[in-house]
């Protein structure tokens, strides 16, 4: 028996207070830009009122293309995995996905990530050929708040 909902959340107080689930605490300035930012998506499951999974979704229209999602991150809380929280919310992702008239939906993760893969093809989605990621390093992993810079 499934103990847990999926939410759209829309209200940066309850990204804030599911900091646990982000990779660094999300910030108040830039949890508003991303929940206001139009095609940025913000799904989380909730068992009663605690947060113990999230995914975010990303809209990206090229001229050639259309719309595709851009599934940017998913975690589940550590006392939370194997209840299929994760392949749930990757789904619920996709389904919205086709909902917004997206031609696809896709994800990199890490090739010895085997829970996000799991969640991944249990929730329809099936991997391609290796790939390269290119990365453009412009300094510190840790962006300053612009809300903390002095005024």
Same mark, same amino acid.
């Given at each position: 028996?499934?103990r847990?909902?999926?939410?759209?959340?829309?209200e %940066?107080?309850v /990204?804030l207070?599911a =900091?646990h689930?982000f990779?660094? !605490?999300?910030t108040?300035?830039?949890? &508003? !830009?991303?929940l206001?930012a139009?095609?940025h998506?913000?799904?989380?499951?909730f @068992? *009663?009122?605690?947060?113990v999974g999230? $995914?975010? =979704?990303v @809209?990206?229209?090229m001229p050639d293309? *259309?719309t595709?999602?851009?599934?940017? @991150?998913?975690? $589940?809380?550590?006392?939370a &995995?194997g209840? *299929?929280? =994760?392949t749930?919310?990757?789904?619920?992702?996709a389904d919205?996905?086709? &909902?917004? *008239?997206?031609?696809?939906?896709? $994800?990199?993760t890490?090739?010895?990530?085997?829970?996000?893969?799991g969640a991944?093809r249990? %929730? =329809? !989605?099936a991997t391609?050929e290796p790939?390269?990621?290119?990365?453009?390093d412009?300094g510190?992993? &840790? /962006? @300053?708040?612009?809300a903390?810079?002095?005024?």
């Open positions: 028996m499934r847990w909902e999926i939410e759209r959340v829309t %940066s107080d /990204v207070a =900091g689930l990779d660094s !605490a999300p108040l300035a830039w949890s &508003q !830009a991303f206001a139009p095609g998506h913000l799904l989380m499951a @068992e *009663g009122d605690r947060a999230m $995914v975010t =979704g @809209e990206m229209t293309k *259309g595709e999602m851009f599934l940017y @991150e998913l975690a $589940v809380a550590d006392d &995995q209840k *299929g929280i =994760g749930a919310l990757a789904r619920a992702l919205l996905a086709i &909902q917004l *008239g997206c031609y696809d939906m896709w $994800v990199l890490d090739h010895d990530n085997l829970p996000a893969l991944y249990r %929730s =329809g !989605a391609t790939t390269t990621l290119v990365l453009w412009f510190s992993s &840790q /962006v @300053e708040d612009p903390d810079e002095p005024a």
